[in-house]
């Protein structure tokens, strides 16, 4: 333990002293838009390092303008098309973590196609930048584009890589967070644990990418209902990451989230509210307000709110979740259709039954379009249809729910 711990403070000190590298760099060049032109290949590859650095970190708004100024000078310049290339997929990348779905998805295939003719066909490096775009498509609810374009990924990597080499270990597990999406948590389960194993003896126990996959264990864990087994795993991935980022980054809210919903499942309301308003503190200063990530925190906010029977605020947070993710993921998405969902709940406590009918059959239609009729969450928007035709006595209807 003591060596691992040293390993950590290693490791922080390196990051701190290339943050610092960079940070001297920008200060004697006064900003990134005044790079001279002679030097435009080495200055598009600083900009890139030095935008990695701030994702690195989270802080995706510093790294925005240098990544989009290094694919500035990369197109207006005689760059080679791998480094062009290299430009959008890190934007890609960059703009899928903002939330930007569409400019990512737009980024990452003009990249996809610059490497399909610098590279050989099934070279990893297409392997990765296809795991990028799965999981912009995940972004975006196309489950099942998503889940193509990740078994594409692999196929590419199990052409020169053993199925136990660490290398595509992080592909089975991006494959596992979709296929737990759709609703086949056991299939997932399977995934992750195998994964897990190869994980935990490459990365070591304390990695942050461990950490990531355990959260995303408990997450699928926390589907299941094995919420004991859940909080030990998110316990575990709290404790790394907070070593890591500190206890009020804004890169600890999904872990957060994960855990209030845990607690809210076994009836710790209260820990799940502190828990929950301060992911939303977190991401709200760090993020843009209209951010994805901050649409889910409100959504799980009300949620609580109406297991408490508190209408009044229930209401208050669900619209605003709605607006959050009507305006960042569009009306068309799994996370807005249970948003409505949310909504359409307190519309019926407060009698507005034709809202809530329309938000239900809006959320119904989006999700039936989404998952197979048997999801969880499909069954989640029908039991509020089923509530609401009780209330307004429609007992044939009920029946054939």
């Not at 906010?301 to 947070?317: R, S, V």
């Not at 959050?324 to 949310?342: F, H, I, K, P, Q």
Request: glycine fraction near 4%; hydrophobic fraction near 40%.
């Amino acid at each position: 333990m003591m060596y691992n711990a040293l390993s950590l403070k290693q490791h922080r000190i390196k990051k701190l002293l290339l943050i610092i590298c960079c940070l001297v760099f920008l200060s004697s060049t006064s900003a990134a838009s005044h790079i001279r032109p002679a030097k435009s290949s080495q200055s598009c590859k600083t900009l890139l390092a030095m935008s990695r650095v701030y994702m690195a970190g989270g802080n995706y708004a510093k790294a925005q303008p240098l990544a989009e100024n290094a694919l500035t000078l990369a197109k207006s310049k005689d760059t080679s098309d791998s480094e062009l290339s290299k430009c959008l997929i890190d934007l890609a990348y960059l703009y899928k973590n903002q939330g930007k779905y569409s400019d990512a998805e737009d980024m990452c295939k003009q990249g996809l196609e610059l490497q399909y003719e610098v590279y050989y066909k099934n070279h990893p490096y297409i392997a990765s930048t296809l795991r990028i775009q799965s999981s912009i498509y995940q972004g975006q609810a196309k489950y099942r584009q998503a889940r193509d374009t990740m078994n594409q990924a692999i196929a590419i990597m199990q052409k020169t890589h053993l199925p136990d080499d660490p290398a595509l270990a992080p592909f089975q597990v991006d494959l596992a967070r979709i296929i737990s999406a759709q609703g086949e948590l056991e299939e997932a389960e399977t995934i992750y644990l195998e994964a897990l194993d190869i994980i935990n003896n490459s990365y070591g126990k304390d990695h942050l990418y461990t950490a990531g996959v355990l959260s995303s264990t408990a997450e699928l864990y926390t589907l299941e209902g094995k919420y004991e087994k859940a909080l030990e795993l998110i316990n575990q991935t709290i404790e790394i990451q907070e070593d890591a980022y500190g206890q009020q980054q804004h890169l600890m809210a999904p872990v957060w989230l994960i855990k209030a919903t845990i607690c809210m499942a076994l009836g710790d309301f209260d820990k799940a509210e502190n828990l929950l308003k301060k992911s939303l503190s977190a991401v709200e200063k760090n993020c843009d307000t209209r951010h994805p990530l901050t649409g889910r925190i409100l959504n799980q906010l009300g949620k609580l709110y109406l297991a408490e029977e508190n209408y009044e605020q229930a209401l208050k947070i669900c619209l605003q979740a709605v607006d959050v993710l009507e305006n960042s993921l569009g009306r068309e998405n799994d996370l807005t259709a249970m948003a409505y969902n949310n909504l359409a709940k307190v519309y019926i406590h407060k009698g507005k039954y034709s809202e809530a009918k329309e938000l239900c059959d809006s959320a119904l239609e989006t999700l039936e379009e989404i998952f197979d009729p048997y999801h969880s969450s499909v069954a989640l928007v029908q039991e509020t249809i089923t509530q609401l035709e009780e209330q307004t006595g429609l007992p044939a209807e009920v029946a054939k729910l």
